[in-house]
């Protein structure tokens, strides 16, 4: 009698252990680089680290929060949402149309560049932006960290973006 008690209880643990991993190991988060706008955003791990493809911190992707907008609808998101803010990300002399090539600006834009970002706007749309959307979709990360609650990042950037409609002439 008392032996199979043992093994009753060696069984019950067994199964509870066995329970209590695979819950576990279902709830296990899973890291992202920190968005740089490569491919190597896609790839997941299974634990922090470094990202093997572009060096940047590895982060939970559920805080990963951002929404990513196509260039070609901008435009039409600027003229239904006139309250957006334009943040371009990218240098003084990209904004300026200094450097080679210029992509250009869109109207009613504003600059400050990945480096300099605030915490202000927090609760207004912004759809941030940047050449290539490498810079963009870590200053989307970066504000969705610091509390900024509606984001988008342009995908492709400006070297993208086709239409003219609502850039600064």
Sequence with gaps: MKNKFILVLIII???VNC???????????????????YDCDKATYQQAGVCKSCNMELVK??????????PNDVCNYIK????????????????????????????NAINIPVQELAKSMKNKAIIVYCS???????????LTQNGFTNVTNMAGGMSEFTSKDCLKK
Excluded at 61 to 70: A, G, R
Excluded at 132 to 142: D, V
């Design 61 to 70: 992707t559920k805080s990963i929060t951002f929404k990513t907008i196509q």
């Design 132 to 142: 290539h959307s490498h810079r963009s979709p870590r200053a989307s990360y970066m």
């Design 13 to 15: 643990i067994t199964i």
């Design 80 to 107: 239904s949402h006139p309250d957006v803010v334009l943040l371009d990300v990218r240098t003084k002399e990209e904004f300026a149309g200094k450097a080679d090539p210029n992509f250009g600006t869109f109207k």
């Design 19 to 37: 329970n209590f991993a695979q819950t576990n190991s279902n709830n296990k988060a899973t890291y992202q680089c920190i968005p740089c706008g």
